[in-house]
């Protein structure tokens, strides 16, 4: 993993940093170059999308000062580009377009400045963008992802630039055509002519239309290759200079006949996309059912429809439909590449219908959360022979219990869920459950356990204890909510509010959150009497006008103190709309209930918003206190997060501490609490109890 995650930071410092800059192009490029980073700028009378994309760029930094609306504009237009190559997405904002964050994170940024700002402080949020994309790709999904990037050289392709008449080719495409690895230029007119006349007219119309358009696209088309017809797909991208000047074309070229020619004599695979087939699926599904003692489950089938490829079919014709169900197989081929289920098989079934098989040892839990991400896939079009397709799917998911003792059995179980799938939004999924003996197998939706879960209480609460770092005392608790589920298996809390958000009852839940941690801590005991809690609240939460009434009766029906409850609130929450939240903030503060800005680090926004808001803790986010006993920044950074919170009156918190060389660190530079595995990890309500007393006596004996 740290081979990984510095393998990563090793390529951003080698690419460049792309900027869009309608009206300080000059100043913001000076101010990034001035960080040590190369930068690739463009104006406001280029697409910025298409310049970032013929750019070797993760990060982008969009200029919005004193041009909003022309800033989100260009933002749209980066942000799926940069998310494809996972990268960052950084918005330099003007002091009076603070309020517009909304519209900012809405139009894709992933960070965001606001102004005044020198150098120092847009190196240190280049630095912080650089981090999250560090974080995001040390998974072993986006690693994989990674490493397929930067292979992506040692692809067959070929590159032409205007004027030319000839193609610079790489060894491997070379190879693929049937000629010799070591020839690296093809006339141009000898390369169309080894296509079939019809063939050649359609690449070349094609390949004109996208330089004239200046922009990217696929481009397929059929070649005899040592007698045998193949079908090959150019990835063609346009190549511009410095002034954005379209100045040729390169692509990197897939033979996608090549592995299911390998395969078509075989029964066990499927022609057209060299998946494997139904028979191969039955046949590997009846095996491992007949050890299913080893396992339990056995083997997980996912089921996955495609829907819309009747209409593309009639639209476009066959050959369309087909080039898009191989683009369905390599995307789920490259998940599965990605993804931590090393014993699985991907299939065609027939039709738009393709599964996913994998045995055991896999839990359903897993199953559930690689199916979000093949939805995930689905949310970015198709692009095939130069158009542009959208299709969503549906999944059915069935684990082969006890009772499973043929193929055809799990599958048809796979087929029930998928069937009730079809009924809910596109890209959604369903689970065939099996109740008791005298119960009837049911369907059951994530969105669905944890809404039950909420409304009956059976959310699982845990408190991580917060300590006094002068005093070596806990002084607070901040509640964490987890589910353990018997089907889904350990479901963390942002899986809990993710699917919550997205089934739209993120406040109910939240409320039950509150709700359920208020009981719990009414009930300790009365030397537990002083121990803060702390509960998180999203910006959903803060939405809505009745958010105050319902935590006031949240505290009434439950008799928790006001006085002991911490609001804890990202800074997104806080920022979306500064004055109502401010008035938010002091009534709440006037009931004795107490603030605290959460994860504070992560938003790399200015801090000048902080004065106007009553506050009373500043959390800082994990990721800079495990940071702090590197580089001499990351104390600065914490040093100067301190002095600030002081001089406000607030109290720093830092999270995340798991060693003591951290805590002496962070003391040394002002913090006065904090949490992490150092202390302890996050505790049921009873073992807190006894833990608390236990930590508390010895401090006591210790400051005797």
Known sequence: MRFEQETVTLAMQRTPVFLYSARYRREATSAIAGTGREVISCGSTENPGRSYRTSRAFIAVVDARGALATGLEATRSLSGHVGERRGGLLVLLSRKDAAALPDVYEAGATHYLVSPFGADQLGTALKFVERSIRRMRASGTEAAVAEAQANLSLSPSWRWERGKCDIEISADLAQMIGISRSETRLDVDAALGMLASRERVHVRNSMESLLAAGISGEVSHRILVEGEAHRIIHHVRTLTNEGGTVTGLAATVEDIDATAAQQRLSIHYDSLTGLSSLTHVRARLNEALTHADSYDPAAIAILLGVSRLDQVNAAYGRVVADALLQAVARRLTRIMEESALPNAITARLGGAEFAIVAFGPVMLNQAVFLSQSIAKLFSRPFVIEGRVIHVACRIGIAAADRGVQRADELLHRASSALAGARDADPNSFQVYLTGREDDPARLASLEQVVRDAARDGELDIRYQPQVDALEGRISGVEALVRLDHPIYGLLPAETLLATAERAEFGVELGRNIMRQACREAAAWPE???????????????????????????????????????????????????????????????????????????????????????????????????????????????????????????????????????????????????????LCSEALSSENLQSFVKVWNHAGELEHA
């Open 527 to 677: 030397e537990l009497g002083d121990i803060r809690l702390s509960v998180n609240v999203t910006a959903a939460d803060m939405r809505g006008t009745d958010f105050v009434p319902n935590l006031i009766e949240i505290l009434n029906e439950t008799g928790f103190p006001a006085e002991r409850l911490t609001l804890e609130i990202t800074e997104g929450g806080l920022v979306e709309n500064l004055e109502r939240t401010a008035h938010m903030l002091s009534g709440l503060r006037a009931r004795h209930i107490r603030i605290a800005i959460d994860d504070f680090g992560t938003g790399y926004s200015s801090l000048a918003y902080l004065k106007s808001l009553p506050l009373d803790y500043l959390k800082i986010d994990k990721t800079i206190a495990a940071d702090i006993e590197g580089e001499v920044r990351d104390k600065i950074i914490v040093r100067g997060v301190v002095d600030m919170a002081r001089s406000l009156g607030m109290t720093v918190i830092a999270e995340g501490v798991e060693t003591q060389a951290q805590l002496d660190l962070l003391v040394r530079e002002g913090c006065n609490w904090y949490q992490g595995y």
